[in-house]
Structures are given as structure tokens and as C-alpha cells.
């Protein structure tokens, strides 16, 4: 079955930097276009940035253009969030799905917090 799973996330000052790691399992993870996604309290959770199969793709939402990059490795079978210059708002729970408009999978991983807090 299908597995996803986040980590790499923690606690951080505003303007610091994390990576995070999503590794996936139980699909041919090559084939498929790759998201991160996250959910803020009492918020919906919102698509942040996608990478086709492949890689010759990226999209990321406004407010982290410049700031995340989004890559792959197909070897690994993992996908990765850089994420620099961190600002309070980007706390929230992230995960990761297949897909590059919508979630491929209904079931999620557990996530991993990124709080951005002085």
C-alpha cells in the first residue's frame, strides 16, 4: 500500500532554514508528479509546491516563491522541501502526496510541525 513519510521538520528561528524529507513507498514513485502540502491550525490544508515526473516542472505558491525549492530523487524515492528565509506564517504541519494539481492518494502521512518562532 501506499506510504508517505515527512520528517525533517522542527522548531526555528524566523529567517532560518529546514529541509524537509518525504519518502515514499508503494507506488512507482518515478511516475508521478510530487507535492508538498500543509495545514496551518483551523486552516485548510493548501497545496505549497509540485514537482512533475521528471523534475522539468515546479510550481509553488505565492507566498514561498524565492524562499522554497522543491527537488527529487528517483533513486531514493524521495522528495524534498528546502525551505530559507522562514517567516512565523509558514508554521504548520507539512505533508506530501503524489499529484501536481490535487492529491493523488486519499491517505496521508503523519506530517512533520515546522513552528517558526523566536
Known amino acids: 500500500q501506499v506510504q508517505l513519510v515527512e520528517s525533517g521538520g522542527g522548531l526555528v528561528q524566523p529567517g532560518g532554514s529546514l529541509r524537509l524529507s518525504c519518502a515514499a513507498s508503494g507506488f512507482l514513485f518515478s511516475w508521478y508528479a510530487m507535492s508538498w502540502y500543509r495545514q496551518a491550525p483551523r486552516m485548510e490544508r493548501e497545496l505549497v509546491a509540485a514537482i512533475s515526473a521528471g523534475g522539468s516542472m515546479i510550481k509553488n505558491i505565492d507566498s514561498v516563491k524565492g524562499r522554497f525549492t522543491i527537488s527529487r530523487d528517483d533513486s531514493k524515492n524521495t522528495v524534498y522541501l528546502q525551505m530559507n528565509s522562514l517567516k512565523p506564517d509558514d508554521t504548520a504541519v507539512y505533508y506530501c502526496?503524489?499529484?501536481?494539481?490535487?492529491?493523488?492518494?486519499?491517505?496521508w502521512g503523519q506530517g512533520t510541525q515546522v513552528t517558526v518562532s523566536s
Open positions: 502526496n503524489a499529484g501536481f494539481e490535487r492529491p493523488q492518494w486519499d491517505s
